[in-house]
């Protein structure tokens, strides 16, 4: 079972191994082949980009590491431009596979000298984190300045974003579940008895996909926007 990135030359091996393989997550090449277990979150960002947009928010940025698994939901990011009025969405991928708050924090440091600041984002609480941190230094907090909607797990039901100790809006991703249903399909693949193999009917950018459900939770990071210009 892989999770996180996973290369085409990892992949290649194994299956030149003969060793089954399944991934946590879309981050391996659409031509892999592998079986994803993950969470929808292309559709979990569009509802949160229409309560964002119910707040008067148009500039909403997606942060990101890089990877083909981000780069395929920043695509679908982009088209919620075609199917939500007045949205004008944009996309910041890191230079890192890995997230971490120092690129996080230097992308607020050019946000700041920017002439139109995004005031909604949607990113990992590592980079939340950073970005916070940096946007600070320029008098910037949330939710006065920006609303912040984090993907992943939170550390605790009440996760802080600091310096501004708002407590965070959290797409929560199911990572227990998902590992368990990547064991249950390796299992199944393997033969095991008690466990069915998966359909192969849902197909994302040709890979065999698992969608496993997601919950959306809004709290006072997520307010009105302060500037509709």
């Known amino acids: 079972i892989c999770a996180g990135y996973t ?3 990892a ?3 194994l299956a030149s191994l003969k060793i089954p393989c399944v991934q946590v997550g879309t981050n ?6 592998v079986h994803c277990v993950t969470s929808d979150l292309g559709r979990a960002i569009e509802q949160v980009v229409r309560r964002l947009r119910e707040l008067g928010h148009k500039h909403v940025q997606l942060i990101l590491p890089d990877g083909p698994g981000p780069q395929g939901v920043a695509r679908k990011f982009q088209n919620l431009s075609t199917i939500i009025p007045g949205i004008r969405p944009q996309v910041a991928l890191m230079e890192t596979l890995a997230s971490n708050r120092e690129s996080a924090f230097a992308h607020a440091q050019t946000i700041l000298r920017g002439s139109r600041r995004p005031t909604a984002f949607i990113c990992n609480p590592i980079h ?13 907090t949330c939710p006065r300045d920006y609303s912040m909607v984090c ?17 965070v809006s959290f797409i929560v991703l199911p990572v227990e579940e998902a590992g368990r249903r990547a064991a249950s ?4 693949t393997l033969g095991a008895e008690g466990f069915e193999r998966p359909s192969k009917g849902h197909r994302l950018n040709g890979q065999p996909t698992t969608y496993i459900p997601f919950e959306v939770v809004f709290t006072e990071s997520c307010g009105p926007v302060r500037n509709t210009a």
Do not use: I, M, W, Y
Not at 28 to 33: K, Q, R, T, Y
Not at 151 to 167: A, K
């Open 151 to 167: 993907f992943g797990v939170p550390e605790s039901d009440d996760h802080r974003l600091f310096p501004s100790n708002t407590q």
């Open 7 to 9: 290369s085409s030359e």
């Open 185 to 188: 399909t390796l299992l199944a």
């Open 28 to 33: 391996v090449a659409p031509d892999s082949g």
């Open 11 to 13: 992949l290649k091996k």
């Open 128 to 140: 939340a984190q950073g970005l916070a941190e940096g946007l600070a230094q320029g008098g910037l």
